[in-house]
């Protein structure tokens, strides 16, 4: 599950990263945190993107394409230093300024938030770890009278909590941007507020998405690799005993147990995109009925083509199941994106390109034929 | 590159599957082909996937989701012994026999070649590396005086060459065959024919795709990676010295030089997919009309946004460069299918799916939205 983080510090997931404050955090380490607060011009990385800097040890995460990082990590060893967060405006555009990227040829204007990594982000970090959402409230800037650094946590019923280490956000702070916090809690998205005496950054924060795979056979592993290479957490739920972690080295939970059952597989509903893979019509069957109407998991691909799933229908309309609409809604099938491969890693790469698609609140198919921006963007 | 070779050689890619088929005949070592003639109902692999036996060794490749392996590793074994190659006729769809795969619950017919690996494939492995299609006729099935395994293949310009080791396929049968081979040779499908005497496989295969990406930053290695646990050949072409295999371990070549001789970095034409991702907007721009201009590529990806895209068009215009519209259908900006993902693994993927899907002729969208079989048909 960490091999991309082992392989490539850099292009290491927000999933894994996450698990290295943590880690860290156990260990009481120094180390500082570097987020994008925002960007002007094209950049590419969004805001929210963070990069960990241990005092001893390699930095992970990226927060430019390259341009900055090294820069960054000796402010982030400055911050280390003098324990003082603050933001730092560095500036690709200015062609005057060489010193910044400017080698490279990037372009735009990013804001980056430098902190060190502390006890404020354990409140967080253990929210997401229990399934729920959590938002950060964060003074990044400002001529006021509150610190930077000032950190208040938003929680899953939209509660406002102190968190040790960090003065809290004042309450008029957090009643003008109250709007802000509303629209981005839960989104997953980032976004600066300024407000004239302070600038806040409200870093809305989801928790992993599950990738839960039932199945047995061979075509699971590859599948497994590929999803945990860009941040599922991947459950194997198999109908067959035998199988264990070492068969799907790459999931970080294996249960077997008969197909009803799924639903102990599922952590969250609302976070859990399920493949039903057995090769077995009765077994698929089972776990499809079971997860759409048992559960709320927004995404069930079923492998196979569709004459495969007519007769999955038609077997439950023999024992009189009958799917409501908004159950089908939910189902995919044939599950994947249309890539036109069929090896197995080509098929994985499909299946997982599709959850991704889906949990983003997009439907694949080429950006070049899509008007808009590439990443969605919230109201302002 | 071989990663997922070594990590689950059940999955590993058709071309490393060809790899480990060069390297058996380089030390002239006993292995048996099975390669998937037909199947009937639903199956995981298509016509033409292929398995790879040694007689000292672990198999590699797959030819059902895991439903056969075993007992085709018995029957390749056998082959092996015998020298005599065969069909084999795996019918998971008879209720009545329980010992192919009925266990585990497949169903559909299956037809598998299994033969020994001789010199009869060393031609059309040396046609793919020199970047040129190969269409191998094998009988495979029959009543007739043709000897099964008989094997006669055809080049890229249609001439049909005799191979070692096999008797070639009788002209009378080529030139009853003959609209398949035209309609099959290049399309990298596989067909059986059946015409009373015997059954001949028709098997086009097609050369390795080339991902050919253009720049140096951290965002390249990631891309790599994935494209090449899918079975892309990567080579970089960086505008900056200083890089070499080391800093792209999953680049299969990496070459240095100014933006314009990006030509030399491309193989074959057709088969070379490029992603243009140097973060400079002159570079880019020069390597966009270099591989536009002065190549047949048929997708050139260009990452960023698409007001990037119009600034690199003005700088064109200001010197009188005027891309023509077929120039502009081959370009693909933003680069990427609409996931959503902003974390490096998650574009990565973006563009790998792209790159895939544009190889294959599709566009990327959900299977579920989509009517007709997941696959392309090729008329019968």
């Given at each position: ?31 500082a ?53 603050r933001i ?24 980056l ?69 509303d ?12 407000i004239?005496?302070?600038?806040v ?52 939970t ?70 409501p ?8 099938t ?47």
């Open positions: 599950m960490t091999q991309a983080t082992s392989e490539d510090p850099w292009s290491v997931t927000e999933t894994d990263l996450r698990e290295q404050m943590r880690s860290l955090r156990r260990n009481d380490a120094d180390a945190v570097v987020t994008v607060a925002a960007v002007d011009g094209s950049a590419y990385r969004r805001p929210g993107a963070k990069m960990l800097v241990p005092a001893d040890g390699e930095a992970a995460g990226a927060v430019t394409a390259g341009c900055l990082e090294e820069p960054v990590v000796d402010l982030a060893q400055e911050i280390l230093a003098t324990g003082q967060p730092e405006v560095f500036d690709l555009l200015d062609s005057d300024d060489d010193s910044w990227g400017l080698g490279l040829g990037c372009n735009g204007v990013i804001d938030f430098v902190e060190p990594l502390d006890a404020s982000v354990d409140r967080p970090l253990a929210m997401l770890d229990n399934g729920d959402p959590a938002t950060v409230l964060t003074v990044v800037d400002g001529s006021g009278d509150t610190p930077i650094g000032s950190r208040t946590v938003v929680g899953a019923d939209g509660t406002r909590e102190a968190v040790p280490d960090r003065e809290p956000v004042p309450t008029t702070l957090l009643d003008a941007i109250g709007d802000t916090i629209r981005v809690h839960g989104t997953g998205s980032t976004q600066t507020v300024d004239g005496s302070a600038t950054l409200v870093d809305s924060l989801q928790p992993v998405s599950d990738l839960l795979l039932f199945g047995s056979q061979n075509d699971l592993p590859p599948l497994a690799r590929l999803a945990s290479d860009v941040g599922f957490r991947v459950t194997v739920h198999s109908p067959r005993g035998g199988v264990d972690e070492s068969t799907f080295p790459h999931a970080d294996v249960t077997t147990g008969h197909p009803t059952t799924i639903t102990d597989s599922v952590g969250t509903d609302q976070h859990t995109y399920a493949v039903v893979m057995s090769h077995n019509l009765v077994d698929d069957r089972l776990a499809v009925e079971t997860l759409l109407t048992e559960t709320e998991v927004p995404y069930v691909g079923l492998m196979g083509p569709r004459e495969r799933f007519k007769e999955l229908r038609e077997s439950m309309a023999e024992d009189g199941v009958k799917l609409k908004s159950a089908l809604e939910r189902l995919s044939p599950v994947g994106l249309d890539l036109g491969g069929g090896e197995p890693l080509e098929i994985a790469l499909s299946i997982v390109a599709e959850a991704l698609a889906v949990s983003n609140g997009c439907e694949g198919g080429r950006l070049r034929d899509r008007d808009g921006p590439i990443h969605p963007r919230i109201p302002e």
